[in-house]
């Protein structure tokens, strides 16, 4: 059974970097596609983005929603299996719950969430 | 970006009711498309991936088809655990979008 795990702060201030990290257990980060969605308080689920993390390369492929893409870093760590999410400059439209998932690509599927982490923006 | 839009957005059934639930989108997607399931407070479960293929421990009273344009996934005899918000979303192109869901409720 693959479980995921989100964690970070539950409170960010506006301007600042939201960051959050999903470790993973029951299988390897490495061969995988990892994806990032979020979903504002009673909205619609929105994807942020994924990376495929070869393991063996530093040529780790990463998308992103363009209307994030700037401000959006995915990253991941095989020494720790886990998969990281920055999102800088950060506004109130920036709250919503984060879930991490297994699964991306071209006709992938997302077959493997995380519980999600609710992260609030706000002074 | 590729428009996913669902219909009903809310659907009142009954326990042992056949559902159906349609989604459309905006472009040819091919295959390209999956249903989630999501309960409140709970992050949302795969139940279908690639129009028909049933997600690993998901019962076979759930299944998705297509007719034409239209994607449908249809559940033959509601449960009591069936009550739930639908998402169909597309992996033809990214980014990645979702129908806006459809909450079946008593």
């Known amino acids: 059974q693959v479980l995921l795990q989100e964690s970070g702060p539950g409170l960010v201030e506006p301007s600042e970097t939201l960051s959050l990290m999903c470790t993973v257990s029951g299988a390897s980060i490495a061969s995988n596609y990892w994806t990032w969605f979020r979903q504002p308080p009673g909205g619609r689920l929105e994807w942020i983005g994924y990376i495929y993390y070869s393991g063996g390369t530093n040529h780790n492929p990463t998308i992103f929603n363009p209307s994030l893409e700037s401000r959006v870093t995915i990253s991941a760590d095989t020494s720790k299996n886990h998969v990281s999410l920055k999102l800088t400059s950060v506004t109130t439209a920036d709250t919503a719950v984060y879930y991490c998932?297994?699964?991306?690509?071209?006709?992938?599927?997302?077959?493997?969430w995380g519980q999600g982490t609710l992260v609030a923006v706000s002074s | 970006d590729i428009q996913m839009t669902q219909s009903p957005s809310f659907l009142s059934a009954s326990v042992g009711d056949r559902v159906t639930i349609t989604c459309r989108a905006s472009q040819n997607i091919i295959r390209y498309l999956n249903w989630l399931q999501q309960k409140p407070g709970k992050a949302p479960e795969l139940l279908i991936y690639?129009?028909?293929n049933l997600q690993t421990g998901v019962p076979s009273r759930f299944s998705g088809s297509r007719s034409g344009t239209d994607f449908i996934l249809t559940i033959s005899s509601l449960e009591p655990e069936d009550f739930a918000t639908y998402y169909c979303?597309?992996?033809?192109?990214?980014?990645?979008?979702f129908g806006q869901g459809t909450k079946v409720e008593i």
């Open positions: 979303q597309q992996s033809y192109a990214t980014p990645w979008t």
């Open positions: 998932t297994r699964g991306g690509g071209f006709g992938g599927y997302p077959d493997f």
């Open positions: 690639g129009v028909s």
